[in-house]
């Protein structure tokens, strides 16, 4: 009952009867020690006995040293077996120390000898209960078997020095065995204590490389077993990382709340575990993006694979009373095809996902090196269009809008062009996706405002100017504010500034783009609808926000598919435009044809190459103060 185990001494077991094999060098020098001073107790007996028995200690002896070098290394064996080996050994060896011991006294050899064996065999039965502490039971037996022949031997002699010592091994038993059991106490909860720390540390460790509202690994536990997989990859495997997001989630989060869209999240998650390979790793990137990575033979094995993920994406999900359809746009690459280590491989992912999107969403792109070339263009963009504005390379380009009945100018639209010194001008159509993407659209629109107001504040007041807004300068803080400011600067009145929004503005349903339309609607600024019949079209937006004026897409105009049907569209939008009060500019006008045909479908405003290209501030001014001159000199003639 003394040496029952439990649950946590099994647990330990292994552990503890490793420590038994620790230290092969002290039980060499131990088994020296043996092997010498029992030649020696044989050499001075001359006795068989003692001769037998310290041949039998010897052999014992270095048969431990061979077994403590030997069975540590045979990994397959368990450890009831390491620790019976041990027990073996150590028990023979024991009580042949201690038989010997006993024999030189009941031989009465000479007492040198008799004190050299005693000493050792008593030395021996203390060190051993601290060495041998791990696996207690062997450390007592030792003990016992060392002791109980000298007791043995000690308490037939009749001489009161032999037995009082045969009393002082005696109660040196009781001391030994409690030295022993404390020690494996000691030993004991300082494994168990162990064991726990790492247990913890194992489930805070997961803990951190969890997300826990999917369940997938994040951001830390991706790139923790990415490491480790690349590590394990063989020389001829592919590893494809798929890089996906969600289209349109954050319309789930704002419509039906947030708990809604984790639980959208946890649903997709639990579709990718499904369908994903089973050694694949699984993330949730952060936000609504997740990523999948899993060795590949090819690239058509991967598309496979991704056609079949975003299939089960976009299958209908359906979250209390709501049915969800949404879908998801990815990005693939594939190492080492596209990168030799993860940093490079997770780029080339980003930016095939980023070509996703600007496809037009729902589309799965694998990488190619065009794309990293158009990456390192877009951040010489980034980087010199913030120092553009300090350097005055931006500059604003004024393009007239035309009365088709009177062939005035009602209006100019401010547009930015930029000179570099060294690249000479750059198209607005390479820096601006490039601003809006960096957010430093909302300082490039802000100063394009300010500088217009400036600029037709020198013009006739019935002349207004119209600027376009992008979608992050309307959700920015205190944009109606920097709008007003600008005006109250430049002292142009409000109603002289009309702002151009498209239809991907209002697709959000963001209750500040209302604030923005309603704030500065009530200061008078005019709003009107840009590239109507490219988006859904909605008439809801023609009758929720204040647009005085719609300006119809070029594509109706100039496009290929110019003809019957663009006139009539032309025409409908125009009769609805007369009837709500609202003006139509028909844009991208370049010949006369042109002109006339969406005159007479009903346009009251043209702009396009045929009336004038953009032009500086002052060739603006002087096209106004020459048209100013023609008619008044009109009215003298008449």
Not at 156 to 168: G, P, Q, T
Not at 254 to 260: I, S
Not at 398 to 426: C, M, N, S, Y
Not at 459 to 475: F, G, H, R, Y
């Amino acid at each position: 009952m003394l040496f029952r185990t439990n649950a946590l001494d099994d647990r330990v077991r292994k552990i503890l009867v490793e420590t038994l094999y620790t230290q092969p060098a002290s039980l060499a020098i131990g088994a020296f020690n043996g092997i010498m001073t029992s030649m020696v107790a044989a050499y001075v007996a001359e006795r068989q006995e003692v001769t037998v028995t310290a041949i039998l200690l010897s052999i014992v002896a270095a048969t431990r040293v061979a077994m403590a070098h030997i069975l540590p290394r045979m990994k397959n064996l368990e450890a009831e077996r390491l620790e019976l080996f041990y027990e073996l050994g150590a028990f023979a060896y024991a009580l042949a120390l201690g038989v010997l011991a006993a024999q030189t006294i009941a031989f009465n050899v000479e007492p040198v000898a008799q004190l050299l064996m005693a000493c050792n065999a008593i030395g021996y039965a203390v060190g051993i209960a601290a060495r041998n502490a791990g696996r207690p039971a062997i450390a007592i037996g030792q003990l016992l078997l060392v002791v109980v022949p000298l007791l043995v031997v000690l308490s037939i002699r009749n001489e009161l020095a032999l037995r009082v010592l045969a009393i002082s091994i005696l109660l040196l038993i009781p001391a030994m065995m409690s030295i022993t059991l404390n020690v494996f106490r000691t030993l004991r909860n300082s494994v168990a204590a162990a064991e726990t720390s790492a247990r913890l540390a194992e489930k805070m460790q997961t803990l951190a490389r969890t997300d826990v509202v999917t369940g997938l690994l994040n951001r830390a536990g991706l790139n923790h077993d990415l490491v480790e997989r690349l590590g394990g990859l063989r020389h001829e495997q592919k590893l494809a990382l798929f890089w996906m997001d969600l289209d349109k989630f954050k319309e789930v989060n704002d419509a039906l709340g947030h708990q809604v869209g984790d639980r959208l999240l946890a649903e997709v998650a639990s579709r990718l575990r499904q369908v994903a390979p089973e050694d694949a790793t699984v993330a949730r990137f952060g936000g609504d993006e997740f990523i999948v990575a899993c060795p590949m033979n090819d690239r058509s094995e991967a598309e496979i694979l991704a056609l079949t993920m975003i299939d089960e994406i976009t299958r209908p999900i359906r979250v209390d009373e709501d049915r969800l359809e949404i879908a998801s746009s990815m990005g693939i690459a594939i190492l080492p095809d596209d990168g030799e280590d993860l940093d490079t491989l997770m780029q080339c992912a980003d930016l095939a996902l980023y070509r996703s999107k600007v496809n037009g969403r729902k589309q799965i792109s694998f990488y190619d090196p065009t794309m990293s070339r158009n990456l390192v263009r877009r951040r010489e963009i980034e980087a010199e269009l913030r120092l553009a504005l300090q350097r005055d390379e931006l500059s604003i380009f004024f393009q007239p809008i035309i009365d088709l009945e009177t062939g005035r100018v009602r209006a100019f639209e401010a547009l930015v062009r930029w000179f570099h010194p060294e690249k000479g001008e750059l198209r607005p159509d390479e820096f601006i996706p490039v601003a809006e993407e960096t957010g430093a659209i909302i300082t490039l629109g802000n100063w394009i405002t300010s500088q217009a107001a400036h600029a037709a504040a020198q013009w006739p007041e019935d002349v207004t100017i119209a600027v376009n807004l992008s979608p992050l300068q309307i959700k920015a803080p205190g944009a109606a504010l920097g709008i007003l400011k600008a005006l109250r600067e430049a002292k142009l009145a409000p109603s002289r500034l009309e702002l151009e929004i498209t239809e991907t503005v209002l697709l959000d349903h963001s209750q500040n783009t209302d604030n923005f339309i309603n704030e500065l609607g009530e200061a008078g600024v005019r709003f009107a609808l840009d590239d109507f019949g490219t988006g859904y079209s909605s008439l809801g937006y023609l009758n929720k926000y204040p647009f005085s004026k719609i300006k119809v897409d070029r594509s109706f105009v100039s496009g290929i598919n110019v003809g019957k049907k663009s006139d009539a569209i032309i025409r409908a939008v125009s009769e609805m435009g007369s009837r709500l009060g609202m003006e139509i500019v028909a844009e991208g006008l370049e010949t006369i044809d042109q002109v006339e045909a969406v005159r007479m479908a009903g346009c009251t405003l043209g702009q396009g190459y045929y009336f004038s290209r953009p032009v500086p501030d002052y060739l603006a001014a002087m096209l106004l103060a020459q048209e100013r001159k023609d008619y008044q000199s009109q009215r003298k003639v008449g």
